[in-house]
């Protein structure tokens, strides 16, 4: 058994910042890939951004140059730095991770962008 613990998120004005952070614990043998993604009412869930554990990471181009992901692969832990965010950057936000072939997902955290 695998769980993500989310934090970080609430609410801002537009261009101001947040920081999400996402502990994982339990049976964890080697993850894969961490990462965040968001869903918007009556939107599908999206891919904000991801890193692999060899490093590379991968980022939606609506968030590239605003959003930075981390990683402690020692914590089991991967961070969202959001900057410069916007009202359509809304959502709720999902930690996920994938160890092996089996893919977790955290209980997600709402982040809300005033104008």
């Known amino acids: 058994q695998v769980q993500l613990v989310e934090s970080g998120g609430g609410l801002v004005q537009a261009g101001g910042s947040l920081r999400l952070s996402c502990a994982a614990s339990?049976?964890?043998?080697?993850?894969?890939?961490m990462g965040w993604y968001r869903q918007a009412p009556g939107k599908q869930r999206e891919l904000v951004a991801v890193?692999?554990?060899?490093?590379?990471?991968t980022y939606a181009d609506s968030v590239k140059g605003r959003f930075t992901i981390s990683r402690d692969n020692a914590k089991n832990t991967v961070i969202l730095q959001m900057n410069s965010l916007k009202p359509e950057d809304t959502a709720v936000y999902y930690c996920?991770?994938?160890?092996?072939?089996?893919?977790?997902w955290g209980q997600g955290t709402q982040v809300t962008v005033s104008s």
């Open positions: 996920q991770t994938i160890i092996g072939s089996r893919v977790y």
């Open positions: 339990g049976r964890i043998f080697s993850i894969n890939v």
């Open positions: 890193t692999s554990s060899g490093g590379t990471t």
